[in-house]
């Protein structure tokens, strides 16, 4: 995969990694461009790649009653506007094939979440829509088995592919990140670590998931040290008030340091 290809995105020659981020979910217009316009702001003053992240809808939850979205359309509408207003790339999850034709007409990637990468429909449906496709690897699969989910977009036809690392299943309420899987994955594609959901505690006795955010320094270190060419990173305002995912979402004000730090240690791993 060609980053210069992502349609909108900057800073490519820059030799730094690249980002996804933005809100687990799409709440309401004010909210993503709010995170937006401070995302694409800091990451400009960076240099780095930017790509802005919100899920139209959020089809895999623990509760019934948990929040799904505000409308497939409006949400995908308000991702555009996000694009348009701030001359970014936007990428979304999509969870049915019919999804992929929708969403590939408002955005410019298409994210196939962890628990569905085995689905083979899913997966031939967004490749054959022409879009980069992310495919993150499940909780359940080893790195090495992600060389054939990024064979089912390339034998469809699409070369833009990346493969993004959230955790691997510990016990029954931890994600850990094994970083030996970041160089196996390169081997197959461009590879991201998804830094906040590799630090989710899913199973809550609650049915609401609960994660680790004081380890995102951490895990965002580690992984730029193992040679991930990109990062994944929720991130909200008010991460206590998120209707999705706020337990393990990064605090929008941490963020300009975070990335400060991140950019500083990336130029220290490019002289090795």
Do not use: W
């Amino acid at each position: 995969m060609k980053l210069d290809l992502i349609p909108r995105l900057k800073h490519t020659d820059s030799n730094n990694f690249f980002l996804l981020a933005g809100p687990c979910a799409i709440e309401s217009e004010d909210m993503a461009l709010r995170i937006a316009e401070r995302v694409v702001e800091i990451t400009n003053t960076l240099k780095i790649p930017y790509v802005f992240k919100g899920s139209f809808k959020k089809a895999n939850r623990s509760r019934i009653d948990s929040f799904t979205g505000i409308g497939d359309e409006k949400a995908l509408m308000i991702l555009k506007k996000v694009s348009d207003t701030f001359d970014v790339p936007t990428v979304t999850d999509i969870h049915e094939n019919s999804d992929a034709a929708l969403a590939a007409e408002y955005v410019d990637i298409l994210q196939i979440p962890a628990f569905l990468v085995r689905q083979t429909d899913l997966v031939v449906a967004a490749a054959k829509t022409g879009k980069v496709v992310n495919l993150k690897k499940g909780q359940f699969m080893s790195p090495e088995s992600m060389q054939h989910a990024v064979k089912k977009v390339t034998d469809s036809g699409n070369n833009q592919v990346m493969v993004t690392d959230r955790g691997t299943m510990f016990g029954y309420q931890d994600m850990v990140v094994d970083f030996r899987g970041i160089p196996t994955m390169k081997q197959y594609a461009p590879t991201v670590l998804d830094v906040t959901h590799s630090l989710q505690q899913p199973n809550q006795t609650s049915g609401v998931t609960g994660g680790r955010p004081d380890m995102i320094n951490t895990i965002a270190r580690a992984g730029i040290a193992a040679g991930v060419d990109g990062l994944f990173i929720e991130t909200h305002f008010d991460p206590a008030n998120a209707k999705s995912d706020g337990a393990n979402m990064l605090d929008l004000q941490y963020l300009e340091s975070l990335l400060t730090n991140l950019t500083k240690l990336r130029q220290v791993v490019n002289t090795f």
